[in-house]
């Protein structure tokens, strides 16, 4: 659905050298971050967006969404692709509402990403889960970094991590796997309660055996 761009082109093909599916995601980054140079890629995407006609705007509008804290904005997204790119626009930190970003987070994809402009604080964390709920009961820091642009990084679906604070006018650009989990787990500091996050899409069945 999306129109060609030449950058996110030549970037799909690398990922598809590089055989996503089948190698480890740090190989995955260093494809990503030999690739990327913030400010052309900044250039390319102003240019693509101010490009798109009408029917390619609404598809981009249509597969993005809203958080909590930042805007996900889904700028590629090929069926026969193994991944997907993004560009995360952070919202001003006084209209940041709890429970996003700033939780403590797993995903249910591997990603890496670039910062394109401002920077974040980034926290990864250990944790702990009930064995009966498989909630997150306790988290503990293990790292802690001030990032800026230019820099990049990889998490899988396993590891857990927290931004709880950004620059105004922060803007990172993703590369997503697809899914390789169910869902994903969240634990909120200010309460200290563990959430699961299922997909709509995948609850249709559970739904129609509900009605």
């Known amino acids: ?54 029917r390619h705007t609404e598809a981009l509008v249509a597969r993005s969404r809203e958080t909590t804290t930042h805007f996900a904005w889904c700028l590629r997204d090929h069926v026969d692709e193994p991944f997907t790119f993004w560009l995360h626009e952070y919202k001003p930190r006084h209209e940041w509402r709890p429970g996003y970003a700033d939780s403590v987070h797993n995903h249910r994809y591997h990603f890496c990403t670039v910062i394109l402009r401002g920077g974040y604080r980034h926290e990864r964390y250990a944790t702990t889960t009930d064995p009966d709920s ?28 927290r931004i709880p604070c950004a620059q105004d006018g922060t803007m990172t650009f993703l590369v997503k796997s697809r899914p390789v989990r169910r869902w ?24 129609t055996s509900r009605l």
């Open 184 to 207: 994903s787990l969240s634990w909120d500091p200010s309460t200290g309660i563990g959430h699961r996050h299922v997909p709509v899409e995948s609850r249709l069945g559970e739904l």
């Open 134 to 161: 498989g909630l997150i009961t306790g988290v503990r820091l293990t790292r802690r970094t001030e990032c800026l642009a230019g820099d990049s990084g990889f998490l899988t679906a396993h590891d857990f991590h």
């Open 1 to 54: 659905m999306t129109s060609p761009v030449p950058a996110l082109s030549q970037l799909a093909q690398r990922m598809r050298e590089i055989d996503v599916p089948e190698r480890p995601w740090s190989a995955v980054h260093r494809g990503v971050s030999d690739w990327v140079d913030g400010a052309v890629l900044r250039a390319v995407l102003r240019r693509h967006l101010a490009d798109l006609d009408p």
